[in-house]
């Protein structure tokens, strides 16, 4: 029989903050224990650092300038080949619980009624899912008077209201929004932990022999930066490390305004090392929360005697500042905005090792088509991450990202930025000498010759 598939999604997942990539402080012992026995990618760039360019590309194998979204208002055609219908073809049900951000195309909800967001789930089954269960970033759950799965278990819990309060108090370009906060909820009662329960759920009740291959997409650690209020106490005093907060540097005039405007998106004004502290304890909480949950997912699937069948692979759809660069959030090609977590553990495990090769989430896309047998989707440039199972691989000589009319291609010492509009180079770092990416060297002569070379290779990627 082939194997099962938990394919592990987190959102906003920083590729540093867990304990297998050396984080001092955080706790995260159940992906911890899936890297002790899997290889721990350590330099994997998602090819967009923003949420739905990143998951088109992971389910397409293709890039984002190629499926035509490069931001979160594009429209995502689901007649594009997707890895899920491959996946079907070669036997598998498959399953998505969680946020898949796919739409036709960006429509905010009318304020007037309630809108049940289970409406849209025909749409979402078309890439390829025989189950749907989607939820969504918390901003909807209090903007809008939407039902969701979610609003629909608070409001029987007596704790909606309450709930919308808090999130609509934390909305988007306000302090608060990235100001840490305790949640109302109890932790039972969080986000995280009813996908997971509808997760357990899930797989204790299916009625197909079938191979599976669910995608379990997290929410969080996604902001606002708020967490469950056991974690949010665990990390209370805990000597968190803050940035220099050092601003960007901004070699021209495009590059700066669009910093400035993520500086405005971060409220960069309210960014001392008091607020950004406060900040990452919840964003500390949220990830172990996830890991949390993770714990009990493959417990439900050792008590079914299904986890030394099935393949595990946990990865995010981009990273998170954290303050770096005095910035929160993402959008940008900054390490800790485009790089991301990735964990590959086989049935049984392996020994485990890190790989330092460059790798793509695109190639995520490959291995999960090669895991279950099936012909990876037509179109995607993803190289299957199998054989580094087995020993080292040479992985990718460059790496590639792209958002709204910015793209990004790094090469094993140097990283590259260029505004795709006038083919300018906005950045240049040396991620050997310097890893932290404070000296922007895209103006040295000394450099020319590698700035003009990178430009070229990024120029023919976006051509193609």
Known sequence: MKPNILFLFADQHRHDILGCAGHPLVQTPNIDAIASEGVHFTKTWC???????????????????????????????????????????????????????????????????????RSKEGFVKSFGWDYVLEEYDKYLHAARRLTTPYTEHLSE?????????????????TPEHWRGQTSVLPQE????????????????????????????AFVQPH????????WSEYYADADIQVPALNPAQAS????????????????????DHDFVRAGIRQYFGMVSLVDQ??????????????????WIIYTSDHGEMLGDHKLWAKMNFYHGSVQVPLIIRPPGGVLHRDEDALVELTDVTATLADIGGAEAPAGGHGESLLPALEGPIGGREVVHARIGDFAGIRDSSHRLTMNVKNEVACELFNMIDDPGELVNLVDEQTEKERVDDLSEQLRNHLAN
Request: aromatic share 8%.
């Open 157 to 173: 819990h007596g704790m909606l209201d309450e709930y919308r309060a808090q999130i609509k108090g934390a909305f988007r370009l």
């Open 47 to 117: 090819q967009s650092p923003i949420c739905q360019p990143s998951r088109a590309s992971v389910i397409t194998g293709r890039y984002a300038h190629e499926i035509g979204v490069t931001h979160n208002t594009g429209g995502f055609d689901p007649e594009w080949p997707t890895v899920m219908k491959q996946l079907q073809v070669a036997g598998y049900d498959t399953a998505t619980i969680g946020k898949t951000h796919y739409h036709e195309s960006y429509q905010p909800p009318k304020a007037d009624g309630e809108i049940d967001m």
């Open 189 to 216: 009662l969080d986000l995280t932990s009813f996908l997971a329960d509808e997760a357990n759920q899930w797989l204790r009740q299916r009625s197909t022999d079938k191979p599976f291959m669910l995608k379990l």
């Open 252 to 271: 021209n005039k495009d590059w700066a305004k669009y910093m400035s405007l993520l500086a405005e998106h971060s409220q960069a004004q309210m960014m």
């Open 223 to 230: 902001v606002p930066l708020i967490s469950d209020p056991v």
């Open 293 to 310: 949950k993770v714990g009990e997912v493959l417990a439900t699937l050792d008590e079914l005697g299904q986890l030394d069948n099935t």
